[in-house]
């Protein structure tokens, strides 16, 4: 049973992180332009939750920010389309969950947030590969394109891995290979 004391630091580091939290959400907001939206939109991304910052400036926000994984999860829960790809920038892949991938690409709504966090954190984890099988069999079409681009991240990324490794993607690209 916690002390008093614990319950309360406890607290305190909630309200601290939900500061920091809001901080780097209005930071997002002031990085953001309406140029960069309209960019966003010609190139068939969702803007709906966008404030139209940049993936350069994201890149640098995340690693002023450091590798902290509770931070990515709020991150990821305020739905905004930058705070997703910041979440997966800032992520920690070695605590990153089969149960949170799901979760995740059942929210993908763009194609940006799709390949940057197949790209980014979830081609990191010890799941990619059943996942890339896995998601590549469903209907959903950003869930499908997740496990395509993490195929397709893995023979980028995964210097180690064998022809073998790969080869057994083969049937799952071919099955898909006339689909819409």
Known sequence: MPTRTETLSRSI??????????????????????????????YGINVDKAFGVSVTKLRALAKELGRNHELSLQLWSTDIHEAKILAALVAESDKVTPRQMD?????????????????SLFDKTPHAYKKAAEWSKKDEMFIKRAGFALMAWLAVHDKKANDKSFEKFFPLIRRASTDE
Do not use: H, Y
């Open 13 to 42: 580091n909630k309200a601290i992180a939900r500061a920091s939290l809001d901080e780097i959400i209005s930071r997002l907001k002031s990085l953001g332009s309406e140029k960069n939206r309209a960019g966003m939109q010609r």
């Open 103 to 119: 979760a995740w690409v059942r929210d993908f709504d763009s194609w940006d947030v799709c390949d940057t966090i197949c790209g």
